[in-house]
C-alpha cells in the first residue's frame, strides 16, 4: 500500500533513546572493550532480546539516515548482510578445494555482472545491540533483463521480497553510497562484521565505487575494503570456525543458543541482527582474554 510521499507504506517503531533502558539482557562482559573503540561512558556491553527492523525507502532515506548517524556514537559496531540474486557464474573446484585467490575470482565475476538487492545495518557497542536494524532496498534489478539465478529470486520472493516494489520505491545505489558518507559508516573508525562476508563486503564496495568491477586481484581487493571500511573488518564465519562451530549462519546461531530477534532468513536487516548477536555472544564466551580484532581482516574463504 503505497503512502502519502508516494513510496511504500512503512511502519516506524517508536524514536530509539541513545542508550537502552534496563530491561536489557546482559549479554558481553563490560572488561572486553576490543568491539568499542569509543563508547560515551563505561557501560556493560548488553543486547535486547527484541528487536525491529525499518525497511528504508528513497520516501524516508533520509530520516532513517539522520538516525543511523545519531546513533553510531553510541554503537559503533557495525553488522551488514546483503541480499543479492544468487549467483550466475560457478567454479569447476569443489567450494572445499578452492584457495583464496580462486574462490575471489568467482566473487569478482559474480559481483561483477549482478546487482545488489538489500543491505541490512545492525549496531552495537558498549550500549549493547541496537534494538533496531535497517533494511536499504536498492533499486535497480530487473528480472527480465538482468541476470540472475532463478532459483534465488523465487527464494527471495518466497520470504517476502517484492521486486516490483524495489524498482518503483528503492534506494538509487547512488544516493545509498552518498548517505553511507554522510551519515558517518563511511569514517573509517568503525568495527565492522559480516557472516561469509565476501560476497557481503564485494556488493557493498561496488556500490560504494560507483559500480566499477572489483579489483582484478585478491590483494587489490583487501586493500579496497581497508580503504571503505577502514582496519577493523571481522568475519563472524571465521571467528566460528576459531570457536570449533562449523556451518552456516543459522546453524552457528543454534550451537551458541541464539535466536532471531526479528524478521525472517535471507532479509537483509533480520541477517543482520542475527549476524550481531552471534558476534556479541561468541565475543562474551570465546574472547573473553583475547582481543577479537587480532582477527581483523580475515574473511572466510579469502585468507
Known amino acids: 500500500m503505497p503512502s502519502r510521499d508516494g513510496g511504500p507504506a512503512v511502519m516506524h517503531p517508536p524514536p530509539l533513546p541513545p542508550l537502552p533502558s534496563s530491561s536489557f539482557a546482559h549479554i558481553v562482559p563490560q572488561y572486553h572493550p576490543a568491539m568499542v573503540p569509543y563508547a560515551p561512558q563505561p557501560a556493560q556491553l548488553v543486547y535486547s532480546a527484541k528487536a525491529q527492523v525499518r525497511d528504508v525507502w528513497s520516501g524516508n532515506l533520509e530520516e532513517e539516515l539522520a538516525n543511523i548517524a545519531a546513533l553510531l556514537p553510541y554503537y559503533p559496531c557495525v553488522c551488514m548482510d546483503t541480499e543479492f540474486p544468487g549467483a550466475v557464474h560457478d567454479s569447476g573446484t569443489p567450494r572445499y578445494l578452492r584457495g583464496p585467490r580462486e574462490s575471489y575470482a568467482l566473487v569478482k565475476r559474480n559481483v561483477d555482472d549482478l546487482k545488489l538487492l538489500q543491505v541490512g545495518f545492525a549496531l552495537?557497542?558498549?550500549?549493547?545491540?541496537?534494538?533496531?536494524?535497517?533494511?536499504?532496498?536498492?533499486?535497480?534489478?530487473?528480472?527480465?533483463?538482468?541476470?540472475?539465478?532463478?532459483?534465488?529470486?523465487?527464494?527471495?520472493?518466497?520470504?517476502?521480497?517484492?521486486?516490483?516494489?524495489?524498482?518503483?520505491?528503492?534506494?538509487?545505489?547512488?544516493?545509498?553510497?552518498?548517505?553511507?558518507?554522510?551519515?558517518?559508516?563511511?569514517?573509517?573508525?568503525?568495527?565492522?562484521?559480516?557472516?561469509?562476508?565476501?560476497?557481503?563486503?564485494?556488493?557493498?564496495?561496488?556500490?560504494?565505487?560507483?559500480?566499477?568491477?572489483?579489483?582484478?586481484?585478491?590483494?587489490?581487493?583487501?586493500?579496497?575494503?581497508?580503504?571503505?571500511?577502514?582496519?577493523?573488518?571481522?568475519?563472524?564465519?571465521?571467528?566460528?570456525?576459531?570457536?570449533?562451530?562449523?556451518?552456516?549462519?543459522?546453524?552457528?546461531?543454534?550451537?551458541?543458543?541464539?535466536?532471531?530477534?526479528?524478521?525472517?532468513?535471507?532479509?537483509?536487516?533480520?541477517?543482520?541482527?542475527?549476524?550481531?548477536?552471534?558476534?556479541?555472544?561468541?565475543?562474551?564466551?570465546?574472547?573473553?582474554?583475547?582481543?577479537?580484532?587480532?582477527?581483523?581482516?580475515?574473511?572466510?574463504?579469502?585468507?
Not at 545491540?129 to 532496498?137: D, E, G, L, S, Y
Not at 544516493?175 to 569514517?187: I, N, S, T
Not at 557472516?195 to 557481503?200: E, K, L, R, S, V
Open 124 to 303: 552495537s557497542g558498549a550500549a549493547g545491540r541496537c534494538p533496531v536494524a535497517w533494511q536499504f532496498n536498492v533499486r535497480g534489478f530487473d528480472p527480465a533483463r538482468d541476470p540472475h539465478a532463478p532459483a534465488s529470486v523465487a527464494m527471495l520472493r518466497a520470504q517476502g521480497m517484492d521486486l516490483g516494489t524495489l524498482r518503483e520505491f528503492g534506494v538509487r545505489p547512488g544516493d545509498l553510497a552518498a548517505g553511507f558518507y554522510r551519515c558517518g559508516l563511511g569514517c573509517g573508525n568503525l568495527t565492522w562484521a559480516a557472516f561469509a562476508g565476501a560476497y557481503d563486503f564485494a556488493y557493498l564496495a561496488k556500490v560504494l565505487t560507483g559500480g566499477r568491477p572489483l579489483p582484478d586481484t585478491l590483494d587489490g581487493f583487501h586493500a579496497l575494503l581497508q580503504g571503505l571500511f577502514g582496519p577493523k573488518v571481522l568475519d563472524a564465519k571465521h571467528l566460528a570456525r576459531c570457536c570449533g562451530i562449523r556451518g552456516g549462519l543459522e546453524q552457528v546461531a543454534a550451537a551458541l543458543g541464539v535466536e532471531r530477534a526479528a524478521g525472517r532468513a535471507h532479509c537483509a536487516g533480520s541477517d543482520s541482527l542475527l549476524t550481531t548477536d552471534v558476534l556479541l555472544a561468541m565475543v562474551d564466551r570465546f574472547f573473553r582474554n583475547t582481543n577479537v580484532l587480532s582477527h581483523a581482516g580475515t574473511i572466510a574463504d579469502l585468507a
